[in-house]
């Protein structure tokens, strides 16, 4: 890990921190999830170090499990998107013609829509089960997705080594895995940092709004939704999950820059 | 004797370098150069790219282009030192005591403004005439450089004149203000050669009626013998030699100097067609997309196995998209095109994989023609991979095998496009044609981009595999002297069309059409008073006029 400056660190850190809290929660969280432990909205204390909730929950153990449901389906959410809309984006780009018309025409109508109304609508229909919310979060987001790397392929292939590859009578696959998709890596290791921190506010969006992850399961949106109340009796349990989810952005975006630059260089990115 | 206009003491200038993945470090650009210009003198500046010849010319404004700093020595202009003067002081110096020409004028210019509200933007900014007189002035200025229309050509955008009346509007520009000096820097490089000629000779004309000093910076030889008074020959930042035109020329004393000189004689015998050409272009005809006009109109020409068809013409002539239409990668619209005496299908997704591996394509610019994401062993790899299914050790040793060929040693293989040189790039390019085991391999001007000493280098390899593999090339050029180097048979195309086919010695002995003619005789000569002799005996105007 030499040679990482510094700010890319603090990201890894505090990220890997999260992620850690995320998959040990059963382990490392003091109380149960759902166990009522003390007294509603008790400050914070040596026993309580966040306090309690609404109904008298460890609110530290609810911000771990929370935590845990919140990264989990915004990363499998994310992890989606980019698969289905890049792999989309690249192939409307290299067939070009009607392929790219139906794709890229079929891509704005669905965006012409926005995300949360066609979320609610999908997820007012369907069962909510961790599945469902994924795929349907997932399919939301690719559209963002499928529009960057569409415009970054564009360029990419009418270069002469994408010309000289088809020339050698190089498959489509080739030319989109091989050619194509190492050279449109920094914009979308970019675009990813951004992408997984929407997918975070979406989630907790959708939980806030009663559609996301249902109780008793915690989640960061959902702990919002529970201690809304609280801020009119200057109670700051409803704040956490907003300082949880701050943190976590800018320090995933750290990371995201740093591998934006080692991605930028033309050295296949092995340098430093 | 009176001072000089411009004298340069023992010029430093340094650059940090930040390589990625790599700690910064201060390299020197130019080391220790000195020189000094007189009133009314042309000095030509030459020299391979990264001689340090555009930044030395830059610094006469005290001027470094991103992060390059002038670090050492004097630069005095007028007899003030200039190079540690402060902004106000530049700012009055620029634009009106030393103006600048730019190598590409179509970059230079905004295409948003008229020409005339650029050409007098400096004179006007700087104070030194009233709005009528500088435009009076440009007006003069633009029928000294033989534009056409000179009361109304100001009056047009950008892209509403050719390259060359352009690169001929922004020499107006640097004139315009009256300075004292003006830095010319390659500015006809980016023309074609029949359109370079007129160029030139509107500079020479414009600098001798204007009595201004001038800097002129090239790496043709041939060019900066036309225009200058004194020669000064950089390498790696550093003068090699300084003398008269004709000395430099006549009797130069370095080795480089004289390498930069003979560049381009190699010798080339043709050969003789053989009996069952390769490769047959027959009428063939194509255009783009829905124009209503042919690109390519009934075009018959044919390459022989082992030799080499030079297609030569100005840009716009329809070489490149030639080797589109033989490639299949623009269908043809009449005509036909058989190769080793099968036809070969209008597109290319209808050719079988044997087809598509026994025609290789090489292009004009190796940087963008290798995937910057693979290593050369990768790059050199897959068309072996592809076409002959060579895996792991098999695979390795071949790919050695080739570097060899093309002279690059061990451990290129690992590098990536980004570590190499042009040259070393466009070897690579070459590499990977070859892989293939090609029978013809379509060079679309593979050593335009380079520097002369390296094309020579590149040529001198195309011409020795040719030897050793029997390949036929098809070898699009602008550059008369590349055609004789490396051509058994050479077609001239214009606009289109074939205007004369045959033999290189054919082709190449008169009588000449008009178009040839002007084609051939616009090739920069090195000699003193080739430009007056040339222009004073051709028979047809260039396009560019």
Avoid at chain 1, 95 to 112: E, H, I, K, T
Wanted: with cysteine; charged share 20%.
């Amino acid at each position: 890990m030499k040679g990482v400056p510094l700010s890319a660190l603090f990201g890894l850190i505090v990220t890997g921190l999260f992620f850690g809290m995320a998959a040990l929660a059963p382990w490392i969280a003091p109380y149960g999830m759902s166990e009522i432990v003390g007294d509603v909205w008790e400050p914070a204390s040596g026993q309580f170090w966040l306090g309690t909730d609404n109904i008298g929950r460890d609110l530290l153990t609810r911000m771990i499990y929370g935590g845990r449901n919140t990264i989990f389906v915004a990363s499998m959410a994310t992890a989606l998107s980019f698969c289905l809309g890049a792999f989309l984006g690249f192939t409307a780009a290299v067939y070009g013609g009607w392929v790219d018309q139906l794709l890229a025409r079929g891509n704005d109508l669905v965006m012409s829509i926005p995300t949360l109304i066609s979320a609610l609508v999908v997820l007012s229909v369907m069962p909510v089960t961790l599945p469902v919310l994924i795929v349907v979060m997932g399919l939301l987001d690719s559209t963002r997705v499928f529009r960057l790397s569409r415009a970054v392929a564009v360029d990419i292939n009418v270069m002469d080594f994408v010309e000289a590859a088809r020339l050698r009578g190089e498959g489509q696959s080739w030319v989109i895995f091989r050619e194509i998709l190492p050279n449109a890596l920094s914009p979308l290791v970019a675009e990813l940092g951004l992408r997984f921190i929407f997918a975070i506010l979406f989630i907790s969006t959708l939980s806030f709004l009663g559609l996301g992850i249902q109780p008793p399961a915690a989640d960061w949106g959902a702990i919002v939704k529970e201690n809304r109340e609280g801020i009119v009796y200057g109670i700051p349990a409803a704040l956490v999950p907003a300082v949880a989810i701050v943190t976590l952005s800018i320090a995933v975006n750290l990371v995201a820059d740093w591998a934006l630059t080692r991605t930028t260089s033309l050295k296949g990115g092995r340098g430093a | 004797m009176p001072d000089p206009l411009l004298s340069i003491r023992n010029l430093r200038i340094e650059a940090t370098v930040h390589a990625p993945g790599e700690p910064s470090r201060e390299v020197v650009i130019v080391d220790d150069v000195s020189l000094s210009l007189d009133r009314g003198k042309v000095m030509g500046l030459i020299g391979e790219s990264g001689a340090g010849k555009s930044t030395i010319g830059l610094s006469a404004l005290a001027y470094g282009r991103g992060g390059i700093r002038l670090t050492g020595g004097t630069i005095t202009l007028n007899n003030r030192e200039i190079r540690l003067a402060d902004a106000a002081t530049l700012r009055s110096l620029r634009g009106r005591e030393v103006t600048y020409v730019a190598q590409s004028a179509a970059a230079a210019f905004n295409p948003a403004k008229r020409l005339m509200e650029q050409v007098i933007e400096a004179t006007l900014h700087h104070g030194l005439m009233s709005r009528e007189a500088a435009e009076a002035r440009a007006i003069d200025l633009f029928r000294t450089l033989s534009l056409p229309d000179p009361e109304t050509i100001g009056q047009r955008y950008p892209h509403q004149v050719s390259g060359g009346q352009l690169q001929r509007a922004m020499t107006a520009m640097a004139l315009c203000p009256k300075p004292d000096l003006v830095i010319f820097d390659e500015p006809t490089t980016a023309l074609d050669v029949t359109t370079q000629i007129d160029v030139l000779a509107a500079i020479k004309t414009a600098i001798a009626q204007t009595g201004v000093a001038a800097l002129y910076i090239t790496h043709d030889l041939a060019v900066v013998a036309q225009v200058s008074d004194e020669i000064m020959v950089l390498r790696h930042g550093k003068m090699v030699e300084h003398g008269t035109v004709q000395q430099i020329i006549e009797a130069p004393r370095q080795d480089y100097t004289r390498a930069l000189i003979s560049v381009r004689s190699i010798e080339h015998t043709e050969k003789p067609p053989s009996a069952q050409p390769l490769l047959v272009v027959q009428n063939v005809s194509a255009r783009y997309g829905a124009m209503a006009k042919d690109v390519l109109s009934n075009v018959s020409v044919q390459v022989h196995p082992g030799q080499t068809l030079a297609l030569v013409g100005e840009s716009g002539s329809g070489k490149s998209t030639m080797a589109r239409v033989i490639t299949g990668l623009l269908p043809l619209r009449a005509g036909q095109i058989t190769f080793d005496g099968r036809t070969l299908p209008r597109a290319l997704k209808d050719r079988p994989r044997e087809d598509l591996r026994q025609i290789q394509m090489i292009y004009q610019m190796a940087d963008v023609a290798m995937n910057p994401r693979q290593t050369v062993a990768t790059i050199i790899g897959r068309p072996l991979e592809f076409y002959f299914g060579l895996r792991g050790a098999e695979r390795d040793a071949r790919v050695q095998e080739l570097l060899d060929a093309i002279e690059l040693g061990k451990g290129y293989g690992e590098r990536y496009p980004a570590e190499l040189s042009g040259g070393q790039k466009q070897r690579v390019c070459i590499a990977r044609a070859l892989a293939a085991k090609p029978k013809l391999i379509l060079c679309d001007e593979v050593t335009s981009a380079l520097d002369p000493l390296v094309a020579d280098g590149i040529l001198k390899l195309l011409l020795d595999l040719q030897a050793r593999e029997g390949v036929a090339y098809l070898f699009i050029t602008h550059d008369i002297a590349t055609v004789r180097a490396i051509a058994d048979s050479i077609a001239v195309m214009y606009q289109g069309r074939v205007q004369r086919y045959g033999a290189k010695s054919d082709v190449l002995a008169p009588p000449f059409d008009d178009y040839t003619d002007l084609l051939l005789s616009s090739v920069p000569e090195m000699q003193i008073g080739w430009l007056e002799r040339t222009l004073a005996t051709r028979r047809m105007e260039s396009a560019g006029n």
